[in-house]
């Protein structure tokens, strides 16, 4: 068993069963801790939740909104991470150009329409073709609803909102893996490249 853990961070609006396969195929090697991505509405906050819950020293991997956070706690407490995973993720800001996209998907979640927005505007740019997809949607949505409209608006500002991230990772010096799927059009290749590139 390796000695420090490894903490989890899922994607926006997902929760621990997002890596349920993970959690199945390392728990015999390593502890595993998933943190939930909630309560918070900036990326500072959303670290400093996670690493006053995580052990002193760990294992850190992000997925999407979670790689974000996992650069915002790398920046915070980079001496805590013994070991780094940024799974389909962006170390750039938020482009200005789609703050009234999110803030028009907010306003329609907070007047009721969470599974309308995560079906039609979110969830599909997610996936490649697979024959799991459909299954991996339906999790997907059961686990927004699950946190449900107030945690979409936090995250959705803590996103608008984040900081660019390239001088973070320009000082990791840990062993660290960037890693994406070549269909994954919110987090595309080139980001992970530049990534690596730093």
């Known amino acids: ?5 490894l903490v989890l961070l899922p994607g926006m609006m997902c929760d621990g069963r997002l890596f349920s396969p993970q959690i199945s195929a390392f728990s015999k090697y390593i502890s595993i801790i998933t943190m939930p991505l909630q309560g918070q509405s900036t990326m500072a906050d959303l670290a400093r939740t996670v ?8 294992a850190l991997a992000g997925l999407s909104m979670g790689g974000i956070v996992a650069m915002e706690i790398m920046r ?12 389909d993720t962006n170390p750039l800001a938020d ?11 907010v306003k329609r979640v907070l007047q009721g ?3 309308a927005v995560m079906r039609d505007e979110l969830k599909p740019n997610y996936l490649a073709k697979s024959p799991n997809r459909q299954r991996i ?5 059961e686990m927004a609803e699950t946190l449900g409209p107030e945690v979409f608006a936090n995250q959705s500002f803590a996103i608008q ?4 991230q390239c001088e973070t990772l320009r000082s990791v010096t840990i062993p660290s893996l960037i890693l994406c799927g070549k269909e994954d059009s919110l987090c595309p290749v080139a980001r992970h490249e530049l990534m690596h590139d730093l």
């Open 1 to 5: 068993m390796i000695d420090e853990p």
């Open 51 to 58: 690493l006053d819950s995580a052990p002193p020293y760990f």
């Open 76 to 87: 915070q407490s980079p001496h805590r991470v013994t070991r780094l995973a940024l799974l």
């Open 95 to 105: 482009p200005e150009d789609k703050g009234p996209v999110r803030e028009t998907q």
């Open 113 to 115: 329409e969470l599974y």
């Open 137 to 141: 949607l339906n999790l997907c949505m």
């Open 161 to 164: 909102h984040r900081p660019d």
